[in-house]
């Protein structure tokens, strides 16, 4: 017996199709739900990490109120204040050559001798003319008395006399001519003996012993160079002389000397001489300092880096020079806020000295300024601040 017939869908009708894409699509809902759950609890937490802004460490310094010099410096050259070139002042041979090239010598030291025995001979015969000249002048004026007492008996004339007295006047003459030349004939004799003009150290030898040598020669026999004190030439622009003249008006302006690398101090001294023109080609002017030199670190010809103070500014606020950045409006420096963030203030700077740069306007004394790390920065920027050491405050940001 056939039983009533089961009614199935008809999957191909419209309403099928409906209710299966509904249940199609409440299961996709579901996986997407359940597979985006857990990501995104997974992502939570760095989203929320992120939004805490990461300071930037920096040093900084303080803006502070300090006597600032100014100081200008040029390149120039060690002088000596005297040298000498010893020349002799008589001809003959050098016998005799005592002093050892590089010794310092006193003035007044023999330093050379020169064959004194034509000298010498020199004199014995001025003196022998001399006395011959003395006895000649004797026997005029035994002449002369005679013919005044002849002229006084009427035995004598007048004019026999007056010739008498002539004569003496003559033969005095005479003998004090050959006076002067026994002194001449002394003098040429000291000449051989070679003494040292002024003091200071000999150079190299230019006369060996036993040569021929002459009073016109053009070479001497050694050069002599005061080496203390000792002077260093260099020259300034003109725009800095007004604070050269009123500074040594008042008293002698410092010079400090180093090395020209700049790398050694040499000595310390004062300025003794500004010239009284400028050099119209370069608009320099020449100055002079003095230093005592008394451990010969300066010597003659050396180049040196010359720096004079021409005034101190009192009480001058300044700032490391490594804190001042520029900008296309200006320098700048980075000012470290209460909230630890940065802010930029523009400055008007003046003289730079000793690593410090003066500040005409900008910060005032007690701010906080950053030193290094400057280029990470901008306003606004939250750092990590702590005291510069020295170096980096001359340095500044490597990375500018």
């Known amino acids: 017996m056939d039983g009533p017939d089961l009614v199935r869908p008809d999957t191909t009708s419209g309403g099928g199709k409906i209710a299966f894409g509904a249940v199609a699509c409440i299961a996709a809902a579901g996986a997407a739900i359940f597979f985006a759950l857990p990501a995104n609890k997974g992502q939570s937490a760095p989203q929320a990490s992120s939004s805490a802004p990461a300071s ?3 040093e900084t310094a303080s803006v502070s109120t300090q006597d600032v010099p100014i100081e200008r ?33 006193k003035a007044g030291d023999v330093i050379a ?13 001025a003196q022998a003319a001399y006395q011959k000249d003395i006895a000649q002048l004797n026997v005029a004026k035994i002449d002369e008395a005679r013919a005044k007492k002849l002229t006084t008996t ?102 400090a000397v180093d090395s020209r690398d700049d790398v ?34 300066l010597w003659p010809g050396e180049l040196v880096s010359a720096r004079i103070i021409l005034r101190t500014d009192r009480g001058s606020t300044v700032v490391p020079s490594a804190a001042i950045q520029n900008g296309q409006t200006g320098p700048y420096v980075f000012i470290v806020k209460p909230d630890s963030t940065v802010a930029t203030v523009s400055v008007k700077t003046g003289p730079v000295a000793a690593g410090v740069t003066t500040l005409l306007s900008g910060p005032k004394p007690g701010d906080i300024v950053v030193t290094s790390g400057q280029s990470r920065l901008t306003d606004g920027t939250l750092v990590k601040a702590r005291p510069s050491t020295p170096h980096m405050a001359a340095a500044g940001d490597q990375g500018q």
Do not use: C, W
């Not at 000596?80 to 310092?104: C, I, M, S, W, Y």
């Open 264 to 297: 050694r101090h040499l000595a310390d001294g004062r300025l003794s001489v500004i010239d009284s023109q400028v050099d119209t080609s370069t608009g320099m002017v020449k100055l002079k300092a003095v230093f005592p030199n008394d451990d010969l670190a």
């Open 56 to 58: 930037v460490p920096v």
């Open 113 to 125: 001798e020169i064959d004194p025995r034509p000298y010498e001979a020199a004199i014995d015969q």
């Open 154 to 255: 009427g035995s004598g004339t007048t004019q026999t006399a007056d010739t008498a007295t002539a004569q003496v006047a003559i033969m005095e003459a005479t003998a004090a001519g050959e006076q002067a030349a026994i002194e001449t004939a002394k003098l040429n004799l000291s000449f051989a003996t070679v003494t040292a003009p002024i003091s200071g150290r000999a150079g190299l030898r230019q006369m060996e012993q036993g040569a021929i040598v002459h009073a016109n020669d053009a070479t001497g026999i050694v050069t002599i160079t005061q080496m203390q004190p000792i002077a260093v030439l260099f020259s300034l622009p003109q725009d800095e002389l007004p604070d050269l003249v009123s500074g040594q008006a008042q008293s002698a302006l410092s010079v």
């Open 73 to 105: 410096s040029g390149l120039g050259y060690v002088t000596p204040l005297t040298a000498v070139d010893v020349k002799v002042r008589v001809d003959g041979q050098l016998q005799k050559v005592l002093f050892t090239e590089g010794q310092n010598v």
